[in-house]
């Protein structure tokens, strides 16, 4: 079993940064890809962004790209962290971390933290 832990959510204003970060812990996940999904209200939920297991590709939602970046603890492997820049009121969601999987469907991964809520004020 995969327990994992994000942080790092909160309540900023509109052009401001955020870095959340999210913490594995139980079956050895260093070897697995991991990322981030976020549902908004009313919405469902949706791919944000993925890294594989050795930091080495990355692949981000074009609603993302060129604002967020996702990397991994070099020594670990077991966290990562969601680097957020220039968010706007349309990043107000839950984010949620996943592990082990790839691609943009909630189907193709296999664990799936508690989620940190992310509110950017206008």
């Known amino acids: 079993q995969v327990q994992l832990v994000e942080s790092g959510g909160g309540l900023v204003q509109a052009g401001y940064s955020l870095r959340l970060s999210c913490a594995a812990s139980?079956?050895?996940?260093?070897?697995?890809?991991m990322g981030w999904f976020r549902q908004a209200p009313g919405k469902e939920r949706e791919f944000v962004a993925a890294?594989?297991?050795?930091?080495?590709?990355?692949?981000y939602a074009d609603s993302v790209k060129g604002r967020f970046t996702i990397s991994r603890d070099n020594n670990s492997k077991n966290t990562i962290f969601l680097q957020m820049n220039s968010l706007q009121p349309e990043d107000t969601a839950v984010y949620y971390c996943?592990?082990?999987?790839?691609?943009?469907?909630?189907?193709?991964?296999?664990?799936w933290g508690q989620g940190t809520q992310v509110t950017v004020s206008s």
């Open positions: 890294i594989n297991w050795s930091g080495a590709t990355t692949y």
């Open positions: 139980g079956r050895t996940t260093s070897s697995y890809s």
């Open positions: 996943v592990v082990g999987g790839w691609g943009v469907a909630v189907s193709g991964w296999d664990s």
